[in-house]
């Protein structure tokens, strides 16, 4: 590609873009090197349970609780070249899945985001979703690609040949035209890798079926062998029959794409701030933090970590230790409201802020699909 400027016809363009190098929001998974970990900031969760999400954006499905356990670099493996982070599972028994079981790692990816792939009409588009997998397994691996009602699923398969190797795979899907697929700011579509999956939620490998599948008929299933490992990083789900160059973006713009999900005051320093506040009672004050980004819908609940004494309020150069931890008040898209309780002293209508006293302590509010 060549560019060149004319004072009369302008600027010219000679040759043309490769898709690898097109601009915009190429890559609809997010956090698919797996950089983003809020909730657990690396630390291996055991065991993992059904519905819960651990890595940004990536949620896991398990029928039967303790059966695998998962982490950011869990294993401390290498990662590929160019990745500096992975999410790890490791099967904790030898576990036969049952019929209408599965476990598995997802990501369930927002409608706005993947609106324009049109499924579920007939100008339906093509998309390839592609990413690194190491195992210490071999075979024949499969996952899953279903809208939000569970009602359309397309199975698909992968090969790992060599066992605890980073094996890079893609897989070329037509997109669904019937169905109903949202492109709304529910879920658009759930993008699952399966760690072993039972016959009744497994179907045939490259076809759209009107049910739900999780995996394709006679995948390999880790959390079928006891202490057997399934890495997986560089996840990118793009428009087009061809698997490019994963988007790595920016550091701090993938984090932001994770706070839309779910936003975490950070940790660190003693005394930070999380919001300034105002006394509504002697004993109350209600805190406001406002979030980096616009949040997909209002919270309903607060996350918090600690005890009474590990936050304070702060009013007109006094300290007050809480009586008890934060408690939810309300929420919206933009900003949360955490009420801090203490024994006595605060002057109403008065100006303050409120602090975590212990470096680990946090307020958390989730609008996860």
Not at 148 to 161: D, E, L
Not at 268 to 275: I, L, N, P, Q
Not at 293 to 303: G, K
Request: charged residues 10%; proline residues 3%.
């Amino acid at each position: 590609m060549t560019l060149a400027i004319n004072g009369t016809t302008g600027i010219t363009l000679a040759g043309q873009f490769d898709t690898a190098s097109t601009f915009g929001f190429k890559n609809r998974i997010i956090n698919g090197a797996m950089v983003i970990d809020q909730r657990n900031a690396g630390t291996e969760v055991n065991p993992a349970v059904n519905s819960t999400y651990y890595l940004d954006r990536w949620t896991v499905g398990t029928s039967v609780v303790s059966k695998f356990k998962i982490g950011q670099n869990a294993g401390a493996v290498t990662p590929p070249t160019g990745y500096i982070n992975y999410l790890g599972c490791t099967s904790l028994s030898a576990y036969t899945v049952g019929a209408a079981e599965t476990f598995n790692v997802q990501q369930k990816i927002e409608g706005l985001n993947v609106a324009d792939l049109a499924w579920g009409t007939a100008s339906a588009a093509t998309v390839t979703l592609s990413f690194w997998v190491y195992s210490s397994l071999t075979g024949t691996f499969g996952g899953s690609l279903r809208n939000s009602a569970a009602n359309r699923s397309y199975p698909f398969t992968y090969t790992i040949s060599s066992a605890n190797t980073w094996t890079q795979a893609s897989v070329t899907i037509a997109g669904d035209t019937t169905g109903t697929w949202l492109t709304t700011s529910g879920i658009g579509i759930s993008v699952i890798f399966s760690i072993g999956t039972g016959s009744t939620l497994s179907g045939t490998a490259g076809a759209w079926a009107a049910t739900n599948y999780n995996s394709a008929t006679g995948a390999v299933s880790v959390v079928g062998t006891s202490g057997a490992t399934f890495y997986i990083t560089g996840v990118q789900l793009e428009k087009g029959s061809t698997a490019t160059s994963f988007d790595y973006r920016p550091y701090g713009t993938e984090l932001f794409l994770c706070q839309r999900y779910y936003y975490r005051t950070t940790p660190g320093a003693v005394s930070r701030s999380f919001g300034s506040a105002f006394t509504q009672a002697t004993t109350e004050a209600i805190v406001l933090t406002p979030y980096p980004v616009t949040l997909r819908t209002s919270p309903t609940a607060l996350e918090q970590s600690g005890t009474a004494g590990d936050y304070s309020y702060g009013e007109s150069g006094s300290n007050f230790t809480c009586s008890a931890v934060p408690v939810f008040t309300a929420a919206s898209v933009d900003s949360g409201a955490s009420k801090l309780t203490v024994a006595s002293g605060l002057t109403v209508g008065r100006g303050g802020f409120g602090r975590a006293v212990n470096a680990t302590t946090f307020l958390a509010w989730s609008a996860e699909l």
